[in-house]
């Protein structure tokens, strides 16, 4: 079992940044998968960004070039700097993470609403 703590969540200006960060209970570096998943308001729940063991990462078409997402190995943490914030983008974000192809964790979720 592997548990899955979000952080850095909240209210930001349109046009501003916000940092999110994930730590694990366990090591990452064996993780298959270390992403962020997003579900706005009344909307189905959607792909951000995530890093294909450790060394591939990949974006959602909505955010690529706005978001980045990094991982440390010896912190066992995933972050994902968000930067020019727009209101599409509130929503609550998950930290995800697979293991051996088929073991599947989610957090709990940290709300960012971008609003002026």
């Known amino acids: 079992q592997v548990q899955l703590v979000e952080s850095g969540g909240g209210l930001v200006q349109p046009g501003g940044s916000l940092r999110l960060s994930c730590a694990a209970s366990r090591s990452i570096f064996s993780a298959d998968v270390m992403g962020w998943y997003r579900q706005p308001p009344g909307k189905e729940r959607e792909f951000v960004a995530a890093i294909v063991r450790g060394a591939t990462t990949k974006y959602g078409d909505s955010v690529q070039g706005r978001f980045t997402i990094s991982r440390d190995n010896a912190k066992n943490t995933v972050t994902l700097q968000m930067n020019s914030l727009k209101p599409e983008d509130t929503a609550v974000y998950y930290c995800?993470?697979?293991?051996?192809?088929?073991?599947?964790?989610w957090g709990q979720g940290t709300q960012v609403t971008v609003s002026s």
């Open positions: 995800h993470a697979k293991y051996y192809g088929a073991h599947e964790y």
